[in-house]
């Protein structure tokens, strides 16, 4: 089959977040998306954003327009999040996000009543109603489909970059789970959903297009669900690897890397340079540690197997790239990133807060609302905890 590649402005914009909605009192997930998009009604058809449902009627989506830079995709977000609350706040309902709600059961959760949900819940049973999990994913622009694959093949060394930085899915179903992001492990059980496949050229992947739709695996590219895949009808590389981020100034940290890696890669191969990967299996192990270990992991970083700790990987990696920053006018939300090494990601601030408050999770939940309009106030949640507020 042909699959066309649409064309698309380099290095453009889009973010999609995923994000919970949840009973203000006691942090229980409400399945109350229909009830807010209907509150909304169509005022938001006008927008740069749009605000959608998902798999399950306790998440809404909130989309980006395409943006030139990071600031004008995650302003959009920003516009949508006021919009909703417009309609949360008047019902106590409040927002949040992390890649796993820290003790919601799958049995207590809807699947929203759309065709393409109840099939892939037909098909994948348990393990899709255990899919609790929340997101971000970002689109980067690419002018030339000969680029794609190079580009994501060079980016699957980066996975547990992304992953550690925002991993935020200690919990999972009331218990502490030892992994700083389970999400990642419980994603990659559907059919389609983990690593990319190392494929060489466009080519290759309208062939595995054909080998999948024949096998009646999948409809159409839009069931490709890996880490990071492309996305056609957009002319996008889509990273999708990433757990929810609880901040917006987090969230908007990681899009900026999302967009300077993308570029910095482009530009290589506009310089004639080969782009280089590591062993696919070398892909999966790192995929585990950082899973398990967050920023704390030590990650395989090149096809000698050489073994650094992510935090510095990551360090040096910021200080190569950071002139693209400027460049795609992404600084001040790319030195975000440094923040989130300094004071720790979403995983560690959550356990930080349950040990805190002697296991409770309903306090953790709270800081994640907290956090959620703030942005990061691990100290100040901590000081209320402990004083019992």
Not at 38 to 48: N, S, V, Y
Not at 66 to 91: H, K, L, N, S
Request: aromatic share 8%.
């Amino acid at each position: 089959m042909t699959e066309p590649f649409a064309r698309s402005a380099r290095s453009t914009v889009g973010i999609e977040w995923e994000l919970m909605l949840a009973d203000g009192e006691t942090g229980d997930l409400v399945p109350r998306a229909p009830e807010v998009l209907d509150a909304l009604g169509e005022d938001a058809a006008l927008e740069r954003y749009t605000i959608t449902q998902e798999l399950l009627t306790n998440t809404i989506e909130l989309t980006s327009g395409i943006g030139d830079t990071v600031a004008a995709a995650v302003d959009d977000i920003g516009d949508a999040i006021a919009a909703v609350r417009t309609a949360t706040e008047p019902r106590g309902i409040e927002l949040l996000c992390a890649g796993s709600h820290p003790f919601a059961q799958w049995y207590d959760q809807e699947v929203t009543d759309k065709t393409r949900y109840h099939s892939l819940i037909e098909r994948t049973q348990w393990w899709g109603r255990n899919m609790m999990i929340w997101g971000i994913h970002v689109h980067v622009g690419v002018e030339d489909v000969t680029k794609v694959f190079p580009i994501i093949n060079a980016l699957t060394v980066y996975l547990p970059h992304l992953q550690a930085l925002s991993a935020s899915s200690p919990f999972w179903a009331g218990e502490r789970t030892g992994y700083a992001s389970n999400r990642a492990l419980v994603f990659q059980q559907l059919p389609t959903a983990g690593l990319p496949w190392p494929l060489p050229d466009w080519a290759a992947f309208e062939r595995y297009l054909d080998d999948m739709i024949a096998t009646g695996v999948m409809e159409d590219a839009t069931e490709v669900r890996w880490d990071i895949r492309p996305a056609p009808r957009w002319g996008t590389i889509e990273v999708r690897a990433c757990d929810g981020m609880s901040t917006l100034p987090e969230l908007a940290a990681v899009a900026a890397f999302v967009q300077v890696m993308v570029e910095h890669f482009s530009r290589l191969l506009d310089d004639g340079v080969e782009l280089s990967g590591i062993q696919p299996w070398f892909v999966r192990e790192n995929k585990w540690r950082a899973a398990r270990y967050g920023l704390d992991a030590r990650v395989i970083v090149d096809r000698d197997g050489t073994q650094v700790p992510v935090r510095d990987h990551l360090a040096a990696t910021l200080d190569e790239v950071a002139g693209i920053a400027v460049e795609l006018k992404c600084a001040r939300e790319f030195a975000g990133l440094e923040r989130i090494l300094a004071g720790g990601a979403s995983y560690a601030r959550q356990l930080l807060v349950a040990e805190a408050a002697d296991g409770d999770l309903r306090a953790v939940v709270h800081h994640l609302i907290r956090e959620f309009r703030a942005g990061p106030t691990l100290r100040d949640h901590l000081a209320a905890v402990s004083g019992g507020g």
